[in-house]
């Protein structure tokens, strides 16, 4: 399985990214899909998550109100879009697939890449 993280870069405070999950090779089936960021020097943050149907959402507290995770209609694509960004959302980005929506980074089973996301006041 590959993850193919992107859409990062250098935005203001205040506004919007969208971020894309391409998940390709040999899934065995339906997975959910996490958002996950670290920023430098700090730990591995919980972002977003969502199950394979689209109808089960979880956010990090940080988050809630300003960032949204779909699934594209073919489903082995997952966005995260992200408004009303702050500096403190800095950090780089990661995808992962696992069997159920989860806070918890230990259920994800692969990884992608990263996308860093600067966010300038």
């Known amino acids: 399985v590959q993850l193919q993280a992107s859409g990062g870069g250098l935005v203001q405070a205040g506004s919007s990214l969208r971020l894309s999950c391409v998940v390709s090779?040999?899934?065995?089936?339906?997975?959910?899909v996490g958002w996950f960021r670290q920023a430098p020097g700090k730990e591995r943050e919980f972002v977003a998550a969502?199950?394979?149907?689209?109808?089960?959402?979880y956010y990090g507290d940080s988050v809630k109100g300003r960032f949204t995770i779909y699934r594209g209609n073919a489903k082995n694509t997952a966005y995260l879009q992200m408004d009303s960004l702050k500096p403190e959302d800095t950090a780089v980005y990661y995808c992962?697939?696992?069997?159920?929506?989860?806070?918890?980074?230990?259920?994800?089973?692969?990884w992608g890449q990263g996308t860093l996301v600067t966010v300038s006041s």
């Open positions: 992962a697939t696992g069997p159920v929506a989860s806070q918890a980074a230990e259920i994800y089973g692969h």
């Open positions: 090779g040999r899934t065995f089936g339906v997975y959910a």
């Open positions: 969502i199950n394979w149907s689209g109808l089960t959402t």
